[in-house]
């Protein structure tokens, strides 16, 4: 986790919503997020009326608009039907901007394949671990047996020592290893220099450890960093409770843009006790 920052300790409110004289840039982590986490990540689905809603956002943003995640592109690119958006996947590894262009970071082969069969090893020798291959990157997950958690750590910590070109990323019951040099606070950072992000105020919403830096990023940046769930320290400056109230906010801000909002009923709560958060 970035040290640079203040590291909230007290009770976060609920974001605000934008305002008349505010130009948001929106940046959407996935799993954990947008999206409910499931114990194989292969299984999610997006909702068609999150697609939608997600379109409508991107519209009303002038295309300010982007997925920050974990996941690989291509992988981004199936599960939300290749939208127009821009992507970062792989924690930045991999870029897509607004108009098109791609961006990837280069690895060298060898690094890579040594990574690959080592991670393939320690996978094949931890019982109740699951491996997931996203290629130039490799995340060992144990949410079908969170007891495994500290033995997962230990070895993988060991492991990230013997890989050049390669860092353990720690995140919610997963251990990922992946190329070094690039999180997705210096994804934010990238898109932020370029149209239609470019002067604009950053907004990120996310719920993990891979998201610590795009909120230090943010902060920085004078924008509105939202942790999703409870995880705490964080350098967060807002939240929300769940994947559910994201989508019920995100709602909430397709309304103020100026586009009508969708079905009601989902609370916002940001506390615990369900106490209704303002919009200021």
């Not at 982007?66 to 992988?75: E, P």
């Amino acid at each position: 986790m970035p040290s640079s920052e203040s590291v909230a300790s007290a009770p976060l409110p609920a974001p605000p919503l934008p305002r008349p004289d505010q130009r948001w840039a929106l940046f959407l982590d996935v799993d954990g997020c947008l999206l409910e986490f499931a114990q194989d990540p292969a299984m999610v689905a997006v909702p068609a009326a999150l697609r939608a809603l997600l379109q409508a956002l991107y519209a009303r943003l002038d295309g300010a608009l982007a997925l920050v995640s974990g996941r690989g592109m291509a992988d981004l690119l199936q599960l939300f039907g290749h939208p127009a958006w821009a992507l970062a996947g792989l924690h930045g590894y991999q870029l897509r901007h607004h108009d098109g262009r791609h961006r990837e970071i280069a690895i060298d082969p060898a690094d890579q394949a040594r990574m690959r069969r080592a991670v393939q090893a320690l996978a094949a020798r931890l019982e109740g671990v699951q491996l997931e291959d996203k290629q130039h990157a490799m995340a060992l997950h144990c949410r079908r047996a969170p007891e495994r958690l500290a033995a997962l750590r230990i070895a993988a910590e060991a492991l990230a020592t013997e890989l050049p070109g390669y860092e353990l990323q720690p995140g919610n019951l997963v251990m990922e290893f992946k190329p070094v040099g690039m999180d997705k606070g210096r994804a934010v950072e990238e898109l932020m220099q370029h149209p239609p992000f470019a002067g604009r105020m950053p907004v990120y919403l996310g719920d993990d450890l891979t998201d610590e830096h795009a909120f230090a990023a943010v902060n920085r940046a004078g924008g509105i960093s939202v942790r999703v769930g409870w995880r705490e320290p964080s350098h967060a400056r807002f939240t929300l409770p769940s994947p559910v109230t994201v989508q019920a906010w995100l709602d909430r801000v397709r309304e103020a843009l100026g586009e009508p909002a969708g079905p009601k009923g989902v609370p916002i709560d940001a506390t615990p006790d369900g106490g209704q958060p303002t919009d200021s």
